[in-house]
């Protein structure tokens, strides 16, 4: 079992920035993988980045790279997710998730857990 808590969101204006936060509990942190998810309203879930479980491989969505930064801190228990440059296209809950079998994985339905999400509003 994996306990998964995002935060961190908020309301920010175009071209600002935001560090989201997953601290996770249960199962040893430095053995699996994490990612991040987000969805706007109307639309379906997508891949946002993702990391393998000692943070040697990182993997992004096209429409972020350059701009956000995903690390984890295994002493911490904790994921992050750097968000710079932001754009009004970001605004979503964001969600974190932990892959347990993977090192990093774009398919959401290749993750086990999941966290309540975290809303991020960027204003133009």
């Known amino acids: 079992q994996v306990q998964l808590v995002e935060s961190g969101g908020g309301l920010v204006t175009a071209g600002g920035s935001l560090r989201l936060s997953c601290a996770a509990s249960g199962r040893a942190f430095s053995t699996y993988a994490m990612g991040w998810f987000r969805q706007a309203p109307d639309k379906e879930r997508e891949f946002v980045a993702a990391i393998s479980w000692r943070g040697r491989f990182t993997y992004y969505a096209d429409s972020v790279k350059g701009r956000f930064t995903i690390s984890r801190d295994n002493a911490k228990n904790t994921v992050y997710l750097q968000m710079n440059s932001l754009e009004p296209e970001d605004t979503a809950v964001y969600y974190c998730?932990?892959?347990?079998?993977?090192?990093?994985?774009?398919?959401?339905?290749?993750?086990?857990?999941w966290g309540q999400g975290t809303q991020v509003t960027v204003s133009s």
């Open positions: 998730a932990a892959d347990l079998l993977g090192v990093g994985r774009q398919e959401d339905r290749e993750y086990d857990y």
